[in-house]
């Protein structure tokens, strides 16, 4: 008998799903092991209950997901997909996490478990009564939740009449374990939590923080009276011996009275004393703190500059939009949905689809693979404000009333009612130039009769023309022109390969010039170090190699002139760069290459 050859079924997305225990028989169940716990992954949510930034980071890609909306898709017998209308699917697609408002929450903890740890469990309730409760589903992260047998366990406490399916993110080594972005940035986080602990340290040790004072011991102190309380219903008064001990009794001594009251002498005169002449000026203070704390501000800004980087978002997201403008926060949002938010959505989208759609649908529809979820995107992006031309098309009756109160801002309870239209319609018949027959027509139609016979056949004159929405105020982003896009993105885009360029060069100074010591980030090193126009040969060496990536733009081999002539004036004058003098340098550069 020849033998069968596997058929392994070809799959346009990842399916990134694993059914554990949900709508499978007891015997598979008791079978099915959940994956084992990564460490990584315990580690990545002790740093996220410890680093404010990081925690921010997540808690954003979390905020930005739960404005999808999920939809239940069918593909038509062409191929192509549109929204159901299967009421199997629907209802399925409706139960899900409790309905609508409950798919909110979930996707926000789907971004944050999915950013920290790549993935996690959806548990939900095997009780068709609960399935509409969202509190009786959650989401668990991969390392609290334990199986025996049949019994899930969730931090130790047992799950009851529950199921579990693993949404998670495949590494694209080992598709057995899990990735997220945080994985790459453990070191980084690791060591802004010791410059954390560091600062800390710092501010409990009264050693560092007020180093140690030497005396020569040939020094006598003066005898001062002080006041001791024993335990006695009134302290007692003894002279302390002239040592070190003396003079620490009657600093405290002296600084009681004066916090007690300010009005006292003591709390204004100098602490006089006698010491040999011989010894004086030859106390020492030794100080305890080092370089590294002067450097530590600028470190922790560098972390937290790296941990933007390396998240699932522009960095301008968590590091803000200082010195930008309202363009280049307009990419920034286009980017977080574009290169952020959508894969990720289509990751936990084909998770549910394969973990929770499929399995619910199996036997109930024909062919499960005709359905998916997937995810509407359109209420996380900016809306341009299309209100004058809502009103325009409206004007036209190319658009109907709803669309336009919409466009415009306006709910439907703002329509006019029955008897709002009519006034409205006699307003204009009385304040217009019409056919007396068109009036009356049109007034009937609205449910009003005047009972006054048209006797005047007169040519009518020419209507009043309606008020133009040409200057109707605009409140949100203009609309660009395509050369006005592309220069902003050809200005955003070199920023980056500047900012690279720096980099490298630094890296290489540091080599060069011998500064590996250099505390100082790598890109801003040439402000603090003489550069020759002659050092810039070796130190701008193939830092223009990204410059073919926006050909579609601009002709490399112009912008690689241009980028190299910019960068090597600020690095030899040691200037800061800035988008304003890129982009004008940019326009003056490339307009004398054309």
């Not at 800390?200 to 004072?213: E, K, P, V, Y």
């Not at 102190?221 to 007692?236: A, L, Q, T």
């Amino acid at each position: 008998m020849p033998r069968r050859e596997r058929q392994v079924r070809s799959r346009s997305v990842i399916a990134s799903a694993r059914n554990i225990s949900f709508m499978k028989p007891k015997a598979k169940a008791n079978d099915t092991r959940l994956r084992s716990n990564e460490e990584w992954q315990s580690t990545a949510w002790d740093f996220f209950d410890l680093v404010p930034e990081y925690h921010q980071a997540c808690a954003i890609t979390g905020s930005l997901l739960s404005r999808a909306k999920l939809v239940v898709m069918e593909r038509g017998q062409d191929g192509t997909w549109a929204p159901t209308t299967n009421a199997v699917a629907l209802d399925a697609g409706r139960r899900l996490y409790g309905g609508e408002e409950g798919q909110v929450e979930m996707l926000r903890n789907l971004g944050i478990h999915f950013s920290v740890a790549g993935g996690g469990y959806l548990i939900g309730p095997n009780d068709d009564a609960d399935f509409m409760k969202p509190d009786k589903w959650q989401i668990a992260a991969s390392s609290e939740l334990s199986k025996t047998g049949n019994t899930l366990r969730l931090n130790g406490k047992e799950l009851k009449n529950s199921w579990a399916v693993e949404l998670y993110k495949p590494h694209p080594r080992d598709n057995r374990k899990y990735d997220s972005p945080t994985r790459a940035i453990l070191p980084v986080l690791n060591e802004l939590v010791q410059l954390m602990k560091r600062s800390a340290a710092q501010i409990d040790s009264r050693l560092t923080g007020n180093g140690l004072m030497l005396f020569p011991s040939e020094v006598e102190f003066p005898s001062v009276p002080v006041k001791r309380n024993h335990g006695d219903p009134e302290p007692s008064t003894s002279t302390q011996a002239g040592d070190m001990g003396g003079l620490l009794d009657m600093l405290v001594e002296v600084g009681g009275e004066a916090m007690q009251d300010q009005s006292s002498p003591s709390a204004q005169l100098p602490i006089f004393g006698t010491v040999p002449g011989d010894y004086l000026g030859k106390t020492e203070h030794h100080k305890f703190w080092s370089d590294l704390d002067a450097a530590m501000p600028a470190l922790r800004l560098e972390q937290i500059r790296r941990i933007a980087l390396g998240m699932d978002m522009p960095p301008e997201v968590l590091l803000g939009n200082a010195g930008s403008n309202h363009w280049n926060a307009w990419l920034s949002d286009e980017n977080s949905v574009k290169i952020h938010g959508e894969p990720l959505l289509r990751i936990i989208t084909s998770s549910i689809t394969n973990g929770y759609l499929r399995v619910a649908l199996d036997g109930l529809v024909d062919d499960v693979s005709r359905f998916a979820i997937i995810a509407d995107t359109s209420q996380m992006r900016m809306r341009p404000n299309r209100s004058k031309e809502a009103i325009e098309a409206f004007k036209l009756g190319e658009l109907s009333p709803v669309a336009m109160r919409r466009e415009n801002g306006f709910e439907e309870s703002d329509a006019p009612s029955e008897e709002d239209r009519q006034r409205m319609l006699l307003w204009r018949v009385a304040s217009g130039s019409t056919v007396p027959e068109q009036v009356d027509a049109a007034l009937k139609e609205a449910g009003v009769d005047l009972g006054i016979e048209i006797t005047d056949l007169r040519a009518p004159a020419q209507a009043r023309p309606l008020p133009s929405t040409a200057d109707h105020p605009v409140r949100e982003i203009p609309e660009r022109t395509a050369a006005a896009a592309a220069s902003t993105a050809l200005v955003y885009a070199a920023e980056q390969m500047v900012d690279r360029a720096l980099q490298r060069a630094g890296n290489r100074m540091k080599t060069k010039f011998g500064l590996r010591g250099a505390t100082e980030p790598a890109e801003r090193l040439y402000l603090h170090t003489v550069v020759t126009a002659a050092d810039c040969d070796d130190l701008l060496q193939d830092a223009w190699s990204s410059c073919n990536s926006v050909a579609d733009l601009v002709d490399p081999a112009a912008l690689r002139r241009a980028l190299d002539i910019y960068t090597r004036s600020v690095i030899v004058g040691r200037r800061e760069p800035s988008r304003k003098s890129l982009a004008a340098a940019l326009k003056l550069l490339l307009e004398q290459a054309a």
